[in-house]
C-alpha cells in the first residue's frame, strides 16, 4: 500500500540527516525566539523591582495634577492595573493569531508584530519624562498584544519547520527564552543597576531592542514550508525552504506528506474558532489545550512571578537580600527549562506534564503549612523558599513549555491556527484573572490562597492522566488517530488512502459518508 510505503521511508528518514539539527534551522530558532519569546518573559517580571519607585512616580504624577496625594485604594488599582493589563493585551494578541497567520504567514506575523514591540518601548521609555503613568498602562496593553501573538506564533511556526524527533527540542525553545528574558529582568532590576528611581525607564524602554534586532535579521530566514505548500499553493518555495532548513537535498519524503495533507485540507477547508469548537473529531484535542492552559496558568506561576519579593518577605528573607534571592529562582528556571529541552525527546510530553503539575501540586500544598507555620517555627521560612524552588522547577520541566508544544502536535495544518487562538486567550484571560485577583485573594485567604493552585494542579493531573496521550516522534497524521479513538471517529485505512486521490465530487461525496458515518 502506497500510504504504508510511505510511512516506512518516513521512519527511515528519521535515520538520516534530515533529522539532525542544522545551523539554518538553529538560527532561525534563537532569532525567533530572542526577538519574540524572551520579551514575553523580559516584560513578566519587568515591573517586579522597581515598582515602589514607579509606584512613587505614579503618586507624584497624582500630587502635581491634583494638588494632593492618591488615594491608597485608588493606587492599589492602579498597579493592579499596570500589571494586568499586560494579560489583558495577550489576549486581544491571541484574537490576531489565526487572521495573521493565515494571510501575512508566520514569519511574516513575526516581523509585523515587531512593530508593537518597538512602539511600547518608546512610550514606556518616555514616561516618565512625559509625566504621564496613564502611557505606561497603556504600553503594558500594546506590549502584551506583542507577547499574545509571539507567545503563540513562535511555537507554530517553529513546530511547523522541525523535524519529528525534534519538535519537542524545539518546541521547548520558546518557554527557555521566556525564562531567559524573566531572568534578565530580574537582573537588570537589582538596585544597583537599573532597578531604582532614575533606571526604570530605561528598563522598561529596553525591550524595543530584540524587536529590532528580529526586524533586521529574521528577513533572511525561510518561511514555515508547510504554509508555503498547504496554504500558498506554492511546492517550489516549500522544497526550497525544507531543503535549506535540512541541509539535504532529498526532501521528498516531507513534500509527499504535505501533499496528502493538503489535498485532505482542499476538502475540508479551514477551521474558523467556530467551526473548531463544533466539530466533533476535534472534541478532545480542544479540551485537552483548554484544560492544560487553563492549569498552567491558573496553577499560579504569574503569581509566585508578579509577587515574588512579597512571597520571600513573607517568608522571613532580610529586605536587602530578597532580590538575589529572587535572581536565584530566576537562573534555576533557566536551568530546568534548559534541561526540559534535552529530557523531552526520551521521558515524553505526558511523564514531563505529570512530573511538573505533580511538584506544583506537592510544593504548595507544603508552602501554605510552611506559610502557617512559620510565627512559631523559626526554620519554616526557609522550607517556603525550598517549595517555591521546587513549584519553579515543577513548572520549568512540564506545565510551562509543554501546553504550547502539545497545541502543535495535537492539531492539523487546517485547524492549528484556530487551535493556537483559543489556547491562546485561555491562557492570557487565565494569567489576566491571576494577576488582577491576586492580591485580593491573599488580603482575604492569606497563605491559604495556595490550597487553591494546589486543587487546580491535582485536577489538571487526573485530567492528563486520563486523557492526553503520548505524542513524542509521532507525525501529525498518527497523533489525529489516537485522538480519533477518544473522539469515536473511527478512521480506517480505507479512508486515509482516499487522501492520496485528488479532490473530485465523487472522491468528495465518498470521503464525507465515510467520516458522517462515525461522527
Known sequence: ???????????????????????????????????????????????????????????QTYLDRNGEPMDSNFQTLLWSLTVSMYPLGGFFGSLLVAPLVNKCGRKGTLLINNLFSIAAAILMGTSEVAKTFEVIILSRVIMGIFAGLASNVVPMFLGEMSPKNLRGAIGIVPQLF??????????????????????????????????????????????????????????????????????????????????????????????????????????????????????????????????????????????????????????????????????????????????????????????????????????????????????????????SPIPFVMITEMFLQSSRPAAFMVGGSVHWLSNFTVGLVFLYMEAGLGAYVFLIFCAICLATIIYIFIIVPETKNKTFMEIYRIMAKRNKVEIHTEKEELKDFHAGPGGQTERKEVSSSHL
Open 178 to 399: 521566556i525564562t531567559v528574558g524573566i531572568l534578565v529582568a530580574q537582573i537588570l532590576g537589582l538596585n544597583s543597576i537599573l532597578g531604582n528611581d532614575k533606571g526604570w525607564p530605561v528598563l522598561l524602554g529596553l525591550t524595543g531592542i530584540p524587536s529590532l534586532i528580529q526586524l533586521l535579521i529574521l528577513p533572511f530566514f525561510p518561511e514555515s514550508p508547510r504554509y508555503l505548500l498547504i496554504q500558498r499553493g506554492n511546492e517550489e518555495q516549500a522544497r526550497q525552504a525544507l531543503q535549506r532548513l535540512r541541509g539535504w537535498d532529498d526532501v521528498d519524503d516531507e513534500i509527499e506528506e504535505m501533499r496528502q495533507e493538503d489535498r485532505s485540507e482542499k476538502e475540508e477547508g479551514h477551521f474558523s474558532v467556530l467551526n473548531l469548537c463544533t466539530f466533533r473529531g476535534l472534541r478532545w484535542q480542544l479540551i485537552s489545550i483548554i484544560v492544560m492552559m487553563m492549569g498552567q496558568q491558573l496553577s499560579g506561576v504569574n503569581a509566585v512571578f508578579y509577587y515574588a519579593d512579597r512571597i520571600f518577605l513573607s517568608a522571613g528573607v532580610d529586605k536587602n537580600n530578597v532580590q538575589y534571592v529572587t535572581v536565584s529562582i530566576g537562573a534555576v528556571n533557566v536551568v530546568m527549562t534548559f534541561l526540559a529541552v534535552f529530557i523531552v525527546e526520551s521521558l515524553g510530553r505526558r511523564i514531563l506534564l505529570l512530573a511538573g503539575f505533580g511538584l506544583c501540586c506537592v510544593s504548595c500544598a507544603v508552602l501554605t503549612l510552611a506559610l502557617n507555620l512559620q510565627p512559631t517555627v523559626s526554620w519554616m521560612s526557609y522550607l517556603s523558599i525550598v517549595c517555591v524552588i521546587v513549584y519553579i522547577i515543577g513548572h520549568a520541566i512540564g506545565a
Open 1 to 59: 500500500m502506497k500510504l504504508k510505503r510511505n510511512k516506512e521511508e518516513s521512519s527511515n528518514s528519521n535515520e538520516s540527516p534530515k533529522g539532525k539539527l542544522t545551523l539554518l534551522l538553529a538560527m532561525v530558532t534563537l532569532i525567533s525566539t530572542f526577538g519574540s519569546s524572551f520579551q514575553y518573559g523580559y516584560n513578566v517580571s519587568v515591573i517586579n523591582s522597581p515598582a515602589p519607585y514607579m509606584q512613587a512616580f505614579y503618586n
